[in-house]
């Protein structure tokens, strides 16, 4: 989603966004952040603090919320979709940290930005080029666990995952490989432009008042509703 998220060859979709809408977008995504690591920085208070009512905003994480391992990385989140679900983590200077799940960070966002009169929308995280039987593999925990975020708080929710999957099976593993120049998560600019065309897919296909200002570019992008 992020501006040139995996480095040189690599863009996020959300640089390609605006092309398919009648309004502008702001592109506030930052690279290698989890919905606890873009807590804790202040991100989404920034952001909370910026929004007028009657923006629309589109939250998207997963790729960096997992587990670490014995030191904590500042980014991952407690395993489990519950609300007061904790773990306790150790730094690398030996501190205790407490963290909470990933459904506690988005809904905590969702609920201060419906709050100030802003439109979010719950995207689930995207797939990375991983596959089986010639089709991308199932979406790991944080694509219920954003499904699940969305549900609490009454927020639109879009399976992103589920429309990436259907456009990457569509062209096939041969023809996407060259998307994921980087590693196989970041995709190049080509690959992130198709990515925010499933994103657009799923807007059309969805109930949610931001298919309204879809464009004629992104009332042609491809695939069918999931």
């Known amino acids: ?9 690599s863009d996020g979709w959300g640089q390609f966004l605006g092309q398919y809408l009648t309004i502008p977008v702001v592109n506030s995504a930052v690279a290698g952040r989890s919905s606890r690591s873009y807590t804790d920085e202040g991100r989404f208070t920034t952001l909370i603090n910026t929004v007028k009512s009657g923006d629309y905003v589109v939250i998207e994480f997963g790729h960096n919320d997992g587990q670490s391992g014995t030191v904590d990385n500042g980014r991952q989140t407690a ?27 988005i809904q905590n966002a969702v609920t201060a930005l419906k709050a100030k009169g802003a439109i979010p929308i719950v995207s689930s995280q995207t797939p990375s080029n991983d596959w089986s039987n010639g ?8 694509v219920g666990y954003a499904q699940t975020a969305a549900s609490r708080t009454s927020a639109t929710y879009l399976n992103h995952y589920g429309y990436v999957a259907q456009a990457f099976g569509r062209l096939g593993q041969t023809a996407v490989a060259p998307y994921f120049p980087v590693d196989h ?3 190049s ?7 925010a065309q499933a994103f657009v ?3 059309i296909c969805g109930s949610n008042a931001l298919k309204s200002k879809v464009n004629s570019a992104g009332a042609a992008v491809p695939g069918s509703c999931i």
């Open 201 to 203: 897919r799923g807007l």
């Open 135 to 142: 089709a991308i593999v199932a979406g790991p925990r944080f």
């Open 79 to 105: 395993v489990g979709d519950g609300y007061a679900t904790t773990a306790t983590v150790t730094s690398a200077s030996g501190a205790s940290i407490v963290i909470h799940t990933f459904p506690y960070y």
């Open 189 to 195: 600019p080509a690959g992130a432009n198709v990515v």
């Open 1 to 9: 989603m992020a501006k040139g998220g995996g480095g040189s060859g």
């Open 185 to 187: 998560t970041h995709t």
